[in-house]
């Protein structure tokens, strides 16, 4: 068993910067992905980003890059979000996840990570 709890959201202005936090317990070993998802109301849960635990390589989607940097501390079992330039329309719920396998044929469907976090908000006003 995996349990992942982030971390780190918050409210801030436009413009501003947060970093989210991801800490895994229990069976961390393995190979796999971290993904950071989100999903603001009434919408659907979006991928974000995503890494490997094991290996070099990052993954984004075309709205967050050149804003947002995910990295992880293997030796910490934490994956990390930085988001910078914040936008309202990046506010949501933060979630991270994990799916088994090389980033190289990671799915950026939800529907492939299990276990999930509890999520954290981050609120973006303008």
């Known amino acids: 068993q995996v349990q992942l709890v982030e971390s780190g959201g918050g409210s801030v202005q436009a413009g501003g910067s947060l970093r989210l936090s991801c800490v895994a317990s229990?069976?961390?070993?393995?190979?796999?992905?971290m993904g950071w998802f989100r999903q603001a109301p009434g919408k659907e849960r979006e991928f974000v980003a995503a890494?490997?635990?094991?290996?070099?390589?990052?993954l984004y989607t075309d709205s967050v890059k050149g804003r947002f940097t995910i990295s992880r501390d293997n030796a910490k079992n934490t994956v990390y979000l930085q988001m910078n330039t914040l936008k309202p329309e990046d506010s949501a719920v933060y979630y991270c996840?994990?799916?088994?396998?090389?980033?190289?044929?990671?799915?950026?469907?939800?529907?492939?990570?299990?276990?999930w976090g509890q999520g954290t908000q981050v609120t973006v006003s303008s």
């Open positions: 996840a994990r799916q088994p396998g090389l980033l190289t044929l990671a799915s950026r469907s939800s529907t492939t990570y299990n276990p």
């Open positions: 229990g069976r961390t070993s393995g190979t796999f992905v």
């Open positions: 890494l490997s635990w094991n290996f070099d390589g990052t």
